[in-house]
Nanobody
Framework: QVQLVESGGGSVQAGDSLRLSCAAS????????MAWFRQVPGKERVFVAR????????NYADFVKGRFTISRDNAKNTVYLQMNNLKPEDTAVYYC???????????WGQGTQVTVSS
């Protein structure tokens, strides 16, 4: 069992930056891939970015490319999402997820709210 704890959300102005953190209770084969998703009320949860613990390879949704960066700190079992040039449409609850494969996430954090005002 892997537990994920997110932090770093908040309310900012358009153009500002935020860094989200996701601390994993352990690193095992079960959480080889770590990812961020986001969800707004009434809509499905959507993929934002993912990273492979082992080789650090990353992948991003088109709508965040060039603005968001996902990274990891192996020593701290923590994954980060650096969000720059935030836009009002980035407002959502951001969730950290972990899984063995990038197409299946078995563990989810509790979510952290990000609100961007214009």
């Amino acid at each position: 069992q892997v537990q994920l704890v997110e932090s770093g959300g908040g309310s900012v102005q358009a153009g500002d930056s935020l860094r989200l953190s996701c601390a994993a209770s352990a690193r095992t084969f079960a959480n080889n891939v770590m990812a961020w998703f986001r969800q707004v009320p009434g809509k499905e949860r959507v993929f934002v970015a993912r990273i492979n613990w082992n080789d650090g390879s990353t992948n991003y949704a088109d709508f965040v490319k060039g603005r968001f960066t996902i990274s990891r700190d192996n020593a701290k079992n923590t994954v980060y999402l650096q969000m720059n040039n935030l836009k009002p449409e980035d407002t959502a609850v951001y969730y950290c997820a972990a899984g063995m494969y990038y197409w299946k996430y078995n563990y989810w954090g509790q979510g952290t709210q990000v609100t961007v005002s214009s």
